[in-house]
């Protein structure tokens, strides 16, 4: 792998939402986990239940002919695509972390120790993150949890990123359950065909019953396209609904859960009769298992950076949890595995490969050189705004766009350009949300962006004059959209970035937005632009004219 | 509990409440200086019940964050 990374280098390193981290102390995570492991032993866990009796994971004895079985639970979230291993540079060379040879590797060497006592589940958020994974929209990474020989996988609400029939191709390519018991089809009230509730899973001599959950606010940060004729329920309603059915199947009982550390939480509190909850969706590093409710709610983190391990000691009998890890359930991903997996670093070679390729290849040709400018309007702004304002977000086009100068970073040659160049110009993997906002809100936004320099925000389908002799607040002296005067009454559709619509910039004003929509980050909407409108001929336009 | 796409969420930075649309992450709760250490390897995000948390986590409505700063990072003076 290192030879692959050695010749694309960074152009690699893409992600599209994930900003990727600098290698700067990227050991120091390491360092942070095991004091975590360390001190979490030590404090005093936020249970509702007694602790543990186990609190140290050693290995998992042979108890055949005994009452009770013991049985690893190895588990992932949120793996966002994280192909690559983070490089950490340190006084001792570098080192790894995270990154899907190292994972799978890691499982198969965990797995390897107790093969028939133990489970291996992932609780979604599996494929959007990278370049490398989306670029195959999943099917590299499905590739190698097939190799890892997941025994269940609940879905995440960015599995639906690409839409359905992507989804319904990787559910087909998993040699696994895809569950998700609360998505039914609002036609027919019934489940989703593409995923099933619930498995049952034989793990030594106990039976497991796993119900998969999905997120159930995914409609309203997913793009409704994507999503359309789905119906995500409450968690609750639909564990009461199938836990009698689980109950007569299966001794243990494990929730696979996309609902966040809260909605866990929240679960566990609820409905009697669940052992586990494995989670994701916060991307919670949970080191030692809560209990709730003689619940155990368990999580890894995220991307790839850590795999759950908790060991249970079942009853045969019935199925109860007798005994469970108590810490150190969170076992860090490095690039010190005993044996690397073979198969799938040549997966990831291969994908890495023509992912260097393609990120390369032109997408269209801009017919004018572009810089960014920190203050007023520029082309490379306008081809920014322009572009999102193109994208149909929520199936109709917005009012109109802002982007903030300050993210726009790089400049593009005249001639060719390629997506690996829009990524320098558009690198913090912002993501497009779409706002209804006032007149009036529009012209704070504006008057903000104009309080301590020339103008700092670009704009399409609209156009201000400003005079920075004039008053902070007060600076604004003439804006329209869509050729008429800015309503301060009317309610425009705004499309924007995530950054500003959570207060970056200090533009507070975003916050009070309405009926919030989220689409594709924003260096993919220009992508496609630039694609559709090739050769692009930007050019400042007086959209944004200094008094 | 998620509800109508207006719905907003109030999330405590360091005990100081923030509301934010549902469906942004914890990068932008904390902000974009406390996301920079973060990644740098300067500080570390936790929730209430002491968990450490990656900064692209939903956020959900009650949560509780603290921006942890960590010490020096020894040996680093390259970056």
Redo the contacts between chains.
């Keep these: 792998m290192l030879h692959v990374r050695e010749r694309y280098g960074n152009l690699i390193r893409l992600n599209y939402r994930y900003r990727g981290r600098t290698g700067y102390a990227r050991r120091f995570l390491l360092t942070l986990l095991v004091a975590a492991s360390l001190l979490s032993g030590c404090a005093t866990g936020p249970t509702d239940t007694p602790a543990p009796v186990t609190e140290e994971v050693a290995s998992v004895p042979p108890n055949a002919g005994d009452s009770t079985e013991t049985i690893v639970i190895l588990h992932t979230n949120d793996f966002h695509g994280a192909v690559e291993p983070e490089e950490i540079q340190g006084s001792g060379g570098t080192s790894e972390e995270g990154g899907l040879v190292n994972l799978i590797s890691l499982i198969g060497q965990l797995r390897q120790e107790h093969p028939d006592r133990t489970l291996l589940l992932d609780a979604g958020d599996s494929f959007q993150g990278s370049y490398v994974s989306n670029n195959t929209q999943g099917e590299l990474v499905m590739a190698a949890m097939n190799i890892a020989g997941y025994d269940a996988w609940a879905l995440g609400n960015h599995e639906f990123d690409w839409g359905q029939e992507p989804l319904r191709a990787r559910i087909a390519q998993a040699e696994f359950p895809a569950l998700a018991a609360n998505i039914h089809d609002e036609a027919t009230g019934k489940l989703w065909d593409a995923v099933q509730p619930y498995t049952i899973v034989e793990v030594g001599r106990i039976k497991a019953g796993i119900l998969g959950l999905a997120y159930p606010g995914t409609p309203a940060i997913s793009r409704p396209q994507n999503v359309a004729g789905l119906d995500f329920r409450q968690a609750e309603e639909i564990v009461r609904r199938y836990l009698p059915e689980l109950q007569q199947q299966a001794g243990l009982i494990i929730v696979l859960s996309h609902l966040g550390y809260d909605g866990d939480l929240a679960l566990a509190k609820a409905v009697d009769g669940i052992d586990v909850i494995v989670g994701g969706h916060s991307h919670t590093f949970v080191e030692s298992p809560r209990n709730v409710n003689d619940t155990l709610i368990v999580q890894a983190g995220a991307k790839g950076q850590v795999i759950g391990r908790l060991e249970l000691t079942v009853s045969v009998g019935t199925g109860q949890v007798v005994d469970y890890t108590g810490r150190k359930v969170l076992v860090p991903v490095t690039g010190n595995v005993a044996v690397v997996n073979q198969e799938v670093q040549g997966l990831v070679d291969a994908a890495l490969a023509q992912a260097a390729e393609t990120v390369n290849q032109p997408i269209g040709e801009t017919a004018v050189a572009l810089r960014p400018q920190s203050a007023g309007e520029f082309a490379l702004g306008n081809l920014v705004v322009d572009a999102m304002l193109a994208y149909e977000l929520d199936g109709q086009r917005a009012d109109i766009a802002m982007h903030n100068n300050g993210g726009i970073r790089a400049a593009l040659p005249k001639g060719p350009v390629s997506f690996g160049q829009l990524y320098a110009v558009l690198p913090f993997d912002n993501q497009l949300m779409a706002l209804d906002l006032t007149g009036e809100q529009i012209l704070r936004i504006l008057e903000h962006s104009v309080s301590s320099s020339p103008g700092k925000m670009q704009v399409a389908g609209m156009t201000f004059e400003f005079d920075m002799g004039r008053p902070k607040g007060d600076r604004i002296v003439q804006a329209a959209a869509g050729g008429e005067l800015l309503d301060a009454a009317r309610v425009y559709r705004v499309v924007t970035i995530d950054y500003l619509a959570s207060g970056g910039d200090g533009q507070e004003t975003f916050l009070e937005g309405g009926n919030p929509a989220y689409g594709d980050t924003a260096v993919w909407a220009v992508a496609q632009y630039i694609r559709a409108h090739s050769p692009v001929y930007p050019q400042v336009e007086g959209r944004i004219i200094q008094r | ?2 509800g ?5 969420l109030t999330v405590y930075v360091d005990d100081e409440p ?7 992450r ?4 904390v ?2 200086l406390a ?1 920079w250490r973060v ?4 500080a ?1 995000i936790m ?1 209430g ?10 956020l ?4 509780r964050l603290y921006v942890q700063p ?1 010490g020096a ?4 003076d ?2």
């Design positions: 509990m998620i109508t796409p207006n719905q907003r923030r509301r934010f649309f549902v469906g942004l914890v990068r932008h709760a902000g974009y996301a990644e740098r390897r300067e570390i929730d019940d002491g968990n450490h948390l990656d900064l692209d986590g939903a959900y409505d009650g949560e960590l990072p020894e040996g680093d390259n970056d």
